[in-house]
């Protein structure tokens, strides 16, 4: 089908005058910009009630589906805000998702309006720049040398899952590989690693026993004794493990692996070490804290989350190599019509380095933050909310009718309500009953997980203006609730 047999001749359209126009765009970014900040002023402070309006999901689409066809259109922003999860309440302990810095809206519509594609440098010069000198500053942070590169990525798992396809081409080409049948490949990893890392390994062409998951200790701490034995019990099975992860923390309970440990064990059998520091990685700029990450200046490679624990919007992920070298080869293949071949690493052409062609201009939000707050402003942050967790684990451990799963590491906390009299009715069940009860309230959020058979709630103390009374006033509303 040729376009020009059908083409309409047609260049006044009114609609996309009006969608383009500078004049409509300023007069709704200014009422946005004023809806933003009021939804700030409210929330940040905890003066708004909900956190949550928590509606089932085929009430919540009965109601956009009516809003699209009789809605009106001057409440479109407002009832958004109304109908989503607040981040920034002090009440919300829920996922791991940060409130983000009001700065990163603004670099957020920067990045949605200029929609630079980045995947080569003429893409995005400014941004392509930018991720350069942000990923340098977390390699210095990390304790890297300077042969140490990074690169910006759509997510946590997607950066593991690079990080595991280095690791992988690494061991195919290094000149002590055994040669292996590449289909007999393994990564070895915690029980309590995201699920993210099953998925990357199976994502790559391998099967359930590719994964080698090391039992965790009554901490949910990686049992660094029983390596060894996972690992001749994997080449027994004929499988050659070439990656081992560490979780810095890992995502349910919040616990750091001892990272030095299993940097040593990979090192002396020449295995890629990887740290999944999506969560945690932001430790790094603590002083208080930074002692959990030990280890972790001698990983091949460390994922970081900036929409996790560095204030950043989603989805905002560093992946650092310590040898940059590596982020090279990963990916080595031909476009013609994008990707020259070069002798050299360039490192400012992107796509060569991630799986994006096109990514969003995520550089801008890390850039900004440290131009207008620098670094010290992330140590504050994760170093609050590392506290914050000891102060709430303090105030659990003070009353006889709450258990805590364990000591927390991090700012991740899991216990759950058990009363001497819960009766008939089960801990697990109570608890699942309590988590529902505070959902459909909507005053705080937090989660539930389930730790080898055990249901918890468990919370991640995700904004610095939290406060002991706020978790208080949970402890109360668990108890309310509980004999409803
Ligand atoms: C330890 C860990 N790794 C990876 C991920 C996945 O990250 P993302 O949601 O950015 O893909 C998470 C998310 O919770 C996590 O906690």
New binding site residues.
Partial sequence: MHLRRFYIYNMNSDILKDAYSPKSFRKQAHELVDILADYLDTTLTGDSDKVIRWQKPEDELRYWNDFLVNGDQKLLFQNIIERIIHIHHPRYMGH?ISPSLPVTGLTGMMSALLNNGMGIYEMGAAPTVMERIVTDSLCVAVGYPESARGLLTS????A?LTALVSARQHYLTKENSTGSDPRRLGVMVSDQA?Y?IQRAVKIMGYGEESIISVPTDENYQIRTGLLEECLLDARKKGIEVFALVG?AP??ATGIYDDLDSLRKFAKARNIWFHV?A??GGAVIYSSKYKQLMKGSSFADSI?I?G??MMMMPG?T?ALLYRDGQHSHNTFKQKANYLLEDSKEEDWYNLAKRTFECTKHMMSLHWFAVLKLYGPSVFDEFVTRLYDLAALFADILSEETDFEMASEPMSNILCFRFCPNNSGEVSLNDLNKKIRQAILDDGSFYVVQTKLRGVQYIRTTIMNPFTTSSHFRALLTMIRDVAVV
């Fill in positions: 791991q997510g946590g798992s997607l593991n995201h993210c979780c890992s995502t999944d999506a969560h994922t989350d929409h996790k989805i992920t």
